[in-house]
């Protein structure tokens, strides 16, 4: 599996690419998966269900299927940031692309959105993993740069650069342990 990582400030628009670069990689032939790293308490959990029942009482995991989708909920009984390597290896390995929102000081190969507008200053000078910048004012680069400039509003764009450089984003967990 291939896996890049978005890195970004709020507000810069990881989001909205990564939710139509979903798309255009379907398009393109391609299975994606998404880890997304919540800087908040988060639950996908509802008082009253069934699964929150369960974790009430205290079950270590709650797995719940249909015959549609399946879903993991693991409490950690003490709080730790999440590593995106032990992540990544709880995601099926039969995804052609995984796609990680967030973890901006991970060390995987990223691509840095940015927008002048946001008044967030560039990571690129900085951080050696970003290998591609993705942004809507291309002119207002902080620094010049020999990295490739994406098309922030071009999904397709960065799709078609992901699949150009597919195999430099080729995952090896044996290399992070």
Known sequence: MKVVG???YSGS???TLVEQLIPALKLLGQRVSVVKHAHHSFDIDHPGKDTHRHREAGAFEVLVASHKRMALIREFEREAPPNVHHLLAEVSDVADWVLVEGFKGADLLKIEVWRAGAGKPARYPN???IVAIATDTPDQLPEPTLRPILDL???GGVADYLMQ???RFEYHPEMHG
Do not use: I, L, R, V
């Open 6 to 8: 978005f890195a970004g």
């Open 13 to 15: 628009g990881k989001t």
């Open 127 to 129: 951080d050696d993993f």
């Open 153 to 155: 509003n071009s999904a």
């Open 165 to 167: 450089s597919a195999e």
